[in-house]
């Protein structure tokens, strides 16, 4: 077996100058054959002949992940891609690469692999072949898990818990990287939770290459227990420190939990009157064991005016403007006022909201009008409301007081004018991967209210109102998607309820390839809500690029006027999917069965 490359018949004198030169540039720099870089060579080059053929061509016989491994990452692999080495250079790195060549075996679990290099003659470039022979892995034959600290029944207790959480078990291949990273998770679950002083205190992976096993030991020191302390904010010049401390942040004397800072973080983020804000501790900055919170943030302009335009297969083209005030009347009051123009709907709203209480309430009053002209139902709403709110873990509350007058004009019928007094409360919970763009999770939402006619309403009625959705990853690229919705007004009739408390279906968050509020109750030639709801969908999104996906969907719902007149109509059809910086955008093409037609759908967003 040669160890020396065949040399290269040079083109032309000059090609050989250039390598001495090279060669000088090499020595000069202090640096030896094998240590030199290509980058250095391939400055040394100058302005190299365009399209030069490679100083040496590799040829790697193993297994694909370990010639992989091996040809981005030896040495030689990159010199051979330059278009002129020095033949001692190549000569050099050819004696080097064996023993490199193991070294990057071992990282894979391959402690005994045999590896050769040699020079294949009469080839141009001169091509040299390396085989590999990569022997048994090397398997993990026990682990041992220390915890030392302050707290011998803390030290049992988390030993234990390491122990059933750990990633590179008995019988696993041992490979650097997972070493690496079992020794890395089994820290983080220290650091997250109580210890933030924890460190590796010792680590050794004893290599027995004759047996092909290895024995792993990992102690870890947890340091002091720390608890957290005071709140130290700063960046407030407009705001006073409440909204702050109203946003639930880690209780004092509470354990150091690093996901608390994390989601108290968020809530700081979410909030409208920050553009920025950044939570953490400090070790050094403890008070015994107590870590004080430091809360750095960067506030929103109080004042801000914004202007929107858009398209909905439901509603039509829309403008829309709004005005913001964050610090109305001094102490944080919210001030929003907006104005929206649809083809079917026109809407104007003012609202005020008080800054979140310290009991985490959120607290609002509101006026609004509304004015739409849909299925030839035309209605004029106005309504007055308080609302209190509350959010946390996930899970939104809300109670609403509102007064409403409403005048309906349906085609063919005659007018109504109607007035409720209600209450109504709902609930809601978000477990999602991805607000913007989920996979994986759930919304489920529930409401329930009513108004009662001794109480400035036109009639009694107790309305409830249940949906979800529901998304379930079937592989890397599927996920199914399901939704739901079912509702009913418990009245005597329909007549003298408001119509935003009854139930019409259709459009694109709901049966899709029928109008947007087309299912209902015929009262000439409108339709009308009725007091019972039903619908839901399957769905089925594959993605093909990480941005862009197709669906196919089957829909079916309907309302009526009482359980036993429900008859749920159908609608399928194909879509488009597109995972937009706002959120998930839809595109339907949706076949309505009980009128056999087609339609499109266009949709942004999870439906509540």
């Known amino acids: 077996m040669s160890s020396r490359i065949p040399p290269r018949r040079e083109q032309a004198p000059l090609r050989g100058l250039r390598a001495v030169l090279l060669a000088g540039l090499l020595l000069m720099a202090g640096t030896g054959a094998a240590a030199a870089t290509p980058a250095a060579a391939t400055a040394a080059q100058g302005a190299a002949a365009p399209a030069a ?19 981005r990452n030896l040495d030689l692999a990159r010199w051979c891609a330059l278009p002129s080495v020095p033949q001692a250079q190549l000569d050099a790195l050819m004696r080097q690469l064996p023993a490199q060549a193991r070294r990057l075996l071992e990282t894979e679990g391959h402690f005994s692999a045999k590896v050769s290099a040699s020079a294949v003659p009469a080839t141009s470039p001169p091509a040299i072949e390396v085989r590999v022979d990569p022997g048994p892995v090397v398997r993990v034959a026990g682990v041992t898990l220390t915890v030392t600290g302050a707290d011998p029944r803390s030290d049992a207790a988390l030993q234990a818990q390491l122990q059933r959480r750990w990633t590179l078990p008995v019988g696993a291949v041992f490979r650097d990287a997972d070493w690496e990273a079992a020794k890395s998770r089994a820290l983080s679950q220290l650091l997250g939770v109580r210890w933030p002083a924890a460190r590796i205190a010792h680590s050794r992976a004893a290599v027995d290459p004759a047996s092909h096993r290895v024995e792993l030991a990992l102690e870890l020191d947890t340091g002091a227990a720390y608890t957290f302390g005071a709140l130290r904010i700063s960046g407030l010049h407009r705001y006073p420190a409440s909204v702050v401390r109203h946003l639930s942040p880690p209780a004092r004397a509470s354990r150091y939990d690093q996901a608390a800072l994390l989601a108290y973080q968020a809530r700081l983020q979410d ?41 909905s297969s439901d509603t039509g083209r829309s403008v829309q403007m709004d005005w913001r005030d964050l610090d109305f009347g001094g102490r944080a009051r919210r001030l929003n006022a907006a104005i929206k123009l649809e083809t079917l709907q026109q809407s104007g709203s003012l609202l005020l909201a008080l800054p979140r209480s310290a009991a ?6 509101a006026v609004a009008h509304t004015r739409s002209d849909i299925q030839g139902l035309v209605a004029r709403n106005t309504t007055a409301t308080a609302q209190r709110a509350r959010s946390r873990d996930g899970i939104d509350t809300s109670l609403v007081l509102q007064y409403q007058i409403e005048s309906t004009q349906p085609i063919g019928a005659p007018s109504s004018i109607v007035h409720a007094l209600s209450l109504s409360a709902g609930w809601t919970r978000r477990d999602l991967d991805s607000v913007l763009a989920p996979r994986r999770g759930s919304v489920l939402g529930v409401q329930l209210g009513g108004a009662s006619r001794a109480l400035a309403s036109s009639a009694s009625f107790v309305r409830a109102d249940a949906r979800g959705i529901v998304y379930l990853p079937l592989s890397r690229r599927d996920t199914f998607v399901t939704r739901g919705e079912v509702g009913a007004v418990l009245s005597s009739g329909a007549s003298g ?16 390839g029928y109008a947007y509020q087309s299912l209902g109750l015929v009262d000439g030639g409108a339709i009308i809500g009725a007091r019972y709801l039903l619908a839901g969908s399957a769905e089925l999104d594959h993605w093909f690029t990480p941005t862009w996906g197709g669906a196919t969907f089957f829909d079916a719902g309907n309302a009526a006027d009482s359980w036993s007149a429900l008859k749920p109509v159908r609608g399928y059809g194909v879509g488009v999917r597109w995972r937009s910086p706002v959120g998930l955008i ?13 339609r499109l759908n266009f949709s942004a967003g999870v439906a509540f």
């Open 53 to 71: 053929e490679p100083a040496c061509r590799l040829r790697i016989d193993a297994p694909a992940p370990l010639a992989e491994l091996l040809r």
């Open 586 to 598: 839809a595109l339907d093409l949706a076949y309505g069965q009980a009128l056999h037609t087609f």
């Open 497 to 512: 309820i408001p119509q935003n408390f009854l139930f019409r279906a259709g459009g694109a968050q709901s049966v899709r």
């Open 360 to 365: 985490g309430d959120d607290d609002s009053v």
């Open 271 to 311: 909030s409208p009157y920050f553009r920025n804000a950044l939570v953490g501790t400090e070790l050094d900055q403890a008070e015994g064991d107590e870590l004080p919170i430091d809360v750095r943030v960067v506030e929103n302009p109080a004042h801000k005016l914004g202007f929107g335009a858009g398209v």
